[in-house]
């Protein structure tokens, strides 16, 4: 895609609603062509839902829900604004309404999975259409809103470790007319694929990890658009976005580059020392006396041979001052992905609380390697970045403190439970980070639980957006979790030591001038 060869920054797409809309837009709109925009695509179904329980401040959800009726003549919209929203907002001690779980279940609509057979293929799964519905619309507004009244490109960002909602999601965004999906945390083989076919409205299949399988069996989330709610998107054909690969080696540079099915349009090699979820080191894992893991050369990307796979690149990871764009250009990149000192700019969805504590530390000197700390956290598995802020779940008190529940599930793996008289198992959903017993309960075992925090909420905490629980007959916020990369050099140079707050604006004119 020609329109890639001009991009030199892309902002990273950061946590749960910390790359927001209008953090997106303000970065598309300073250099347009040049930069992109990018807005996280995790958890929007739940940040949505809560935005309108709080009475949605300025409307803008309404707008954009409104906007996919108007565009697509359907109700899917309203439907959810009817269900969610509040007007004035909920009360600050009520709890937010959840909405529907992402449960798979077959096409028959239940979790039993029959005794496999030699003649048997995959195993096709789906989802409630109401589930379903919240994944497309909230992709859409999100998208939508990003890209209102400008003319620069956005881009949207998944993991693909949260299987479930992505081929909705993806589906979702380019009903908006996204330019362009950044997939990172797993092997994005095939998704390039499923772009092409969603940009003509074919039936998309995508394989799912289900745990405890019999050998040669396998599972897949099966998505009709021409039968779903009647049609009412396939009108027309949809652009086909970008499709960026987020990797942290050659190897799966070289792999994805010469895909049967279909390549990544672009690579982001992404260092371990970026934010959020990083790649674990190669071989056995060791620990420092500090507790981190320990990266050595065999971890550091082998440019000569990403530059050989022939697909554009952008470098992220401690690449946010004009010296190291230099770098990656010299490297043969396109430009770089930055992400944490977006995080802390105005715009960004971060709790103002957070970005204000964060710049606090600065202040008083704490050193980047005190502050962030690579952890074993996330219920992923993959190590996590991890900000020390008090009263986070970065502290073991607080963490000790906090009963362990699952209400969320964005994050839970899927498993089969033991084998019935009939052959037939039941399909369960398990999160580490669940209550032990449940876990153990779903053939868990109980050492695999220790310290796992609770992303899904802790990352909602972390952009105000907070479930109330019961502590002690008081209602309580559920902690944060706040995470940050290890190279805070240009937040501190911005901030003038964490003295002053900055904006969008800023940070693009001190990356390019």
């Not at 929007?44 to 309108?52: A, K, M």
């Not at 859409?140 to 999601?169: D, Q, T």
């Not at 580059?257 to 349009?265: C, F, I, M, R, T």
């Not at 710049?359 to 991890?386: A, H």
């Amino acid at each position: 895609m020609k329109f890639l060869e001009d991009i030199k920054l892309i902002q990273g797409g950061m946590g749960v609603y910390v790359s927001n809309w209008r953090l997106a837009k303000a970065v598309s709109c300073e250099k347009p062509g040049i930069t992109v925009g990018t807005v996280s695509g995790t958890g929007l179904d739940v940040v949505y839902t809560r935005i309108l329980q709080l009475g949605d401040p300025g409307g803008h959800i309404r707008r954009a829900l409104t906007a996919l009726d108007h565009q697509f003549s359907t109700q899917i919209g309203q439907r959810i604004i009817d269900r969610y929203f509040i007007e004035n907002g909920k009360k600050p001690d009520e709890r937010y309404k959840y909405p529907p779980k992402q449960v798979v279940h077959n096409l028959k609509g239940n979790k039993i999975i029959p005794k496999p057979e030699s003649s048997q293929g995959p195993v096709e799964l789906t989802m409630e259409d109401e589930v379903i519905e919240l994944l497309i619309a909230t992709c859409f507004a999100e998208v939508w809103l990003a890209k209102e009244g400008h003319s620069g490109r956005i881009f949207i960002n998944f993991m693909h470790k949260i299987e479930l909602p992505l081929i909705y999601c993806m589906y979702g965004a380019m009903l908006a007319g996204v330019d362009g999906m950044i997939v990172g945390a797993g092997n994005p083989e095939g998704l390039p694929r499923i772009c092409s076919l969603l940009a003509t409205h074919q039936t998309v299949t995508h394989p799912l990890v289900v745990l405890y399988r019999e050998s040669g069996e396998d599972f897949q989330l099966v998505f009709e658009p021409k039968n779903f709610a009647d049609g009412v998107f396939t009108h027309k054909p949809l652009k086909r976005p970008a499709f960026l690969a987020i990797v942290s080696s050659e190897n799966l540079a070289t792999s994805l580059a010469q895909s049967l099915s279909e390549k990544p349009d672009g690579l982001v090699i992404e260092h371990h020392t970026a934010g959020g979820h990083n790649a674990s080191p190669q071989g056995p894992l060791i620990l420092d006396d500090r507790g981190q893991p320990v990266y050595g050369e065999e971890d550091e990307p082998d440019f000569e041979i990403i530059r050989q796979t022939g697909l554009p690149f952008w470098l992220a990871g401690g690449y946010s001052t004009r010296e190291k764009i230099q770098l990656a250009l010299s490297l043969g990149a396109n430009g770089v992905q930055v992400g944490s000192i977006f995080a802390l700019s105005q715009e960004s969805g971060l709790k103002p609380a957070y970005k204000t504590a964060i710049l606090n530390k600065l202040k008083e000197g704490v050193d980047d390697s005190e502050l962030v700390q690579t952890k074993l956290f996330s219920p992923t598995g993959y190590p996590f970045k991890v900000a020390k802020l008090e009263g986070t779940l970065s502290e073991e008190s607080v963490y000790q403190n906090r009963q362990r529940v699952c209400d969320l599930g964005l994050l839970q793996q899927r498993a089969l439970g033991k084998t019935k008289e009939d052959g037939s198992r039941l399909m369960t959903q398990r999160c580490v980070a669940e209550p032990i017993d449940h876990f153990t309960n779903k053939r868990g075992l109980e050492r695999n639980t220790k310290d796992r925090r609770c992303l899904c909420n802790g990352l909602l905490a972390a952009v105000g957006l907070a479930q109330i629980v019961d502590q002690q007959g008081t209602a309580v916020e559920e902690p944060a979790i706040i995470t940050l990369g290890n190279n805070l050099g240009s937040v501190r140079r911005l901030s003038s030591n964490g003295q002053t707050i900055y904006w969008v604006k800023d940070v693009v004119t001190d990356l390019l001038g």
